[in-house]
């Protein structure tokens, strides 16, 4: 199917002061703008676990705008590796894990 061939999928860790600044909710009202699917949830560590996926370019935006976050945040870095794409879908907050 040729509108698969340019999706794509990643998880990203978030690290710095992204917690309790709304950076989950930001990540699901921007990732649904931008048409991905996948979640997002707080980690025991304090970073914030993202999957993308879905276009290519449009996991790139959401990777771009992850290294802002919402005005609160404060990004040191971000990990970001390849996963398994779970298909088209909705975009979710999952509980801390």
Not at 1 to 6: F, K, V, Y
């Amino acid at each position: 199917m040729a509108e698969n061939e340019d999706r794509k999928a990643v998880l990203a860790r978030i690290h710095g002061k992204v917690q309790g600044v709304w950076y989950r909710g930001w990540t699901v009202d921007t990732a649904n703008r931008l048409g991905l699917s996948g979640w997002v949830r707080n980690r025991g560590d304090g970073t914030v676990e993202a999957l993308f996926a879905g276009p290519a370019d449009a996991v790139d935006r959401m990777l771009e705008a992850c290294r802002r976050g919402p005005s609160a945040a404060v990004v040191g870095d971000i990990a970001v590796e390849p996963a398994r794409d779970p298909g088209p879908g909705i975009f979710e907050q999952r509980p801390t894990q």
